[in-house]
């Protein structure tokens, strides 16, 4: 069953873009700097991010359509303020703005939005048939936003009838195992974060005994909360029938780290603190992530002196807390090397994340974290499928195949390739490893939760064992064989449109752009047959009968050229749930996506009159 339907959009080459006749013309473009031009006069979507920093070769893509149907959320036209509340969904989170200082941005994550939001999923919750009472734990990272945020959740949940505890700051997966792990059991949980996004930002992540809730799961609670908010526009409560209760689960949660730890570890010499000897570096950027070095690495022997910005502070003054961030892994890595150090750990905000260096200063994330997971999995699980999204590199693909393991390449957003994974397990194909580039990770041996600091604890277990068995390589030393791609590159382009008609019309460009491959209009460029996934035309989809729903559209394309006997890969996708589409393009030789550009001037020189 393909992922979506033949679009009737066309696409053109035109020397003009055209723009509505309300917005200013666009500023003439540099020197050398190149477009790549898709218009009609209905939907505009433009970037004009630099291509090559290190170069004056760029590309700008402006891609719009044409459609002979207009996708509406309903059937009916529902008030604006509705529709605001809607538009905080973010896949199978909400997130939104909550205090002021971003520029061309409204606080629409105000505390009545969030209790009529927290109201209607305790609603859900009772109206799932969980019967008796509901008992809810929430969590929260540190940000400035998250006091009167948090009234605001237990207001919401108390009139929807459910009991609170609030284990204050918290991680996001220690908000799921608060509905695992005895004594604690809760029906379900929310934590408040909106990951590594600036401190302007908030948002709410759910969870029930059965995991994240999903995307579709999320918009039902979403539309209840709307409709809920408009007729009502309250304030918040001020009364609270059922206080919420405090609850210390983060010490619980961490004495579970390091109980894995010593139990698989079983040193020999020392069992209760399996980790002495080594020099290990946190980076918690600020976020929720320092209680793994004071609650579970110190409390284990191993010596955390050196590490980072360990104090939570919710206006993240050093860095973005992201594992993906280079400043975060630069100043990690000289960490490591001035202190020489094991191991460097770098956690993003809500602790679901995270990433490594490796005692020689080698950053660990992306494509290298996912070879360095899959390493370790496959030789507990030989043979196991890893399930990956479709931007990872042919390398990663034959570093996986090379060790006996089959890689399933699936569609981009955390959500579905972890979900990919359950569906795999159920159909009886062991799938032990859910990874994307992101850093999002879960493993079925730890309930399917991306949890940052349990993908951690997976690689300290394995430093410790290669040092009992006498190596001193350190687990870099698992990744060297890894080819990487000599350039890859992210492009995100908005698309300009009705809020509410955004996410519609990025799809739609998306099939326009395949479409475009398709009639055969860029030589060289073919749609992309990968993984063990089912293909069909072009577009990874679910080989069952019934699929899941997903929350984002892509399409990967093979590009060559022959001249230069160059090529690499082109991924473009709609954004979960925002109105952007983002085009990742990677090149196996140098230059690669440089010649791409190229191409595509040399062979349509009419793109050459929009510079």
């Known amino acids: 069953m393909a992922m979506v339907s033949t679009s009737t959009s066309s696409l053109s080459l035109q020397t003009k873009t055209s723009f509505p006749s309300q917005r200013k013309a666009p500023k003439p473009c540099p020197k050398n700097l190149y477009y790549f031009s898709f218009t009609s006069p209905s939907t505009i979507l433009t970037s004009s991010i630099p291509l090559i920093n290190s170069s004056s070769i760029g590309i700008r893509l402006s891609i719009s359509l044409k459609s002979s149907s207009t996708a509406k959320y309903n059937e009916v036209v529902v008030d604006e303020e509705m529709d605001r509340i809607k538009r905080l969904q973010n896949g199978s989170d909400v997130r939104g703005v909550a205090v002021e200082g971003e520029r061309g941005r409204v606080v629409d994550l105000t505390p009545p939005v969030v209790e009529a939001i927290a109201e209607s999923f305790g609603e859900w919750l009772l109206g799932g048939g969980e019967g008796g009472v509901i008992r809810v734990s929430l969590g929260r990272d540190p940000r400035i936003s998250g006091a009167a945020l948090g009234v605001a959740v237990v207001a919401g949940l108390a009139r929807a009838g459910c009991l609170v505890f609030d284990m204050g700051l918290a991680t996001t997966p220690a908000c799921f195992m608060s509905t695992v792990l005895a004594p604690f059991g809760y029906d379900a949980s929310i934590m408040m974060t909106a990951s590594h996004l600036p401190y302007t930002r908030n948002g709410l992540k759910f969870f029930t005994k059965r995991g994240g809730l999903t995307s579709p799961e999320v918009e039902e609670i979403c539309d209840r909360a709307a409709r809920k908010y408009v007729n009502r526009l309250a304030t918040v409560s001020t009364t609270l029938p059922s206080p919420p209760t405090r609850v210390d689960f983060m010490s619980v949660y961490a004495k579970h780290l390091r109980d894995i730890i010593t139990q698989r570890v079983n040193h020999p010499l020392h069992y209760d603190t399996p980790l002495k000897g080594f020099q290990i570096i946190v980076n918690a950027g600020n976020g929720s992530g320092g209680f ?141 490893l859910m990874m994307e580039t992101s850093g999002h990770g879960a493993l079925k041996e730890n309930h399917f939760l991306d949890d940052g600091a349990y993908m951690v604890v997976k690689i300290i277990i394995e430093m410790v064992r290669m040092k009992l068995e006498g190596s001193d390589e350190g687990i870099g030393s698992l990744i060297e064989d890894l080819d990487e791609p000599l350039e890859s590159i992210e492009l995100r382009m908005n698309v300009l449109s009705e809020p509410r008609h955004a996410k519609a019309k990025a799809i739609e460009a998306i099939e326009a752009f395949r479409n475009y491959i398709e009639e055969g209009k860029l030589p060289g460029w073919e749609l ?81 009159s929009l510079s």
Not at 531 to 536: A, L, P, Q
Not at 547 to 569: C, I, L, N, S
């Open 528 to 608: 992309d047959s990968c993984g063990d996934c089912w293909v069909s035309e072009g577009c990874l989809v679910d080989s069952n009968d019934a699929p899941a729903t997903v929350d984002a559209h892509m399409y990967r394309a093979k590009v060559f050229d022959e001249e230069h006997g160059q090529h690499g890969w082109v991924h473009i996708r709609q954004s979960i749930h925002n109105p952007n589409i983002a085009v990742n393009m990677q090149s196996t030789l140098p230059g690669g996506c440089k010649t791409m550009t190229r191409v595509l001037r040399e062979r349509y020189p009419r793109i050459n």
């Open 292 to 432: 793994f070095t004071w609650d579970v690495l110190d409390k284990l022997g191993a010596d955390s002196f050196g590490s980072l910005h360990l104090k939570p502070d919710g206006m993240f003054p050093n860095h973005i807390p992201n594992p993906e961030d280079k400043t975060a892994m630069a100043l990690t890595r000289a960490a490591v090397l001035a202190n020489s150090a094991d191991l460097g750990i770098v956690f993003d905000t809500d602790v679901d994340r995270s990433g490594v260096v490796d005692k020689s200063g080698n950053p660990i994330n992306g494509d290298k974290l996912i070879a360095l997971m899959a390493a370790v999995v496959l030789r507990e699980h030989p043979g196991t499928t890893i399930v990956t999204d479709a931007r990872t590199s042919m390398a990663l693909t034959r570093f996986i195949t090379d060790r006996g393991g089959h890689h399933c390449l699936y569609r981009v957003g955390y959500r579905n390739v972890i979900d990919k994974g359950v569906q795999l397990n159920k159909d009886g194909i062991q799938a032990h």
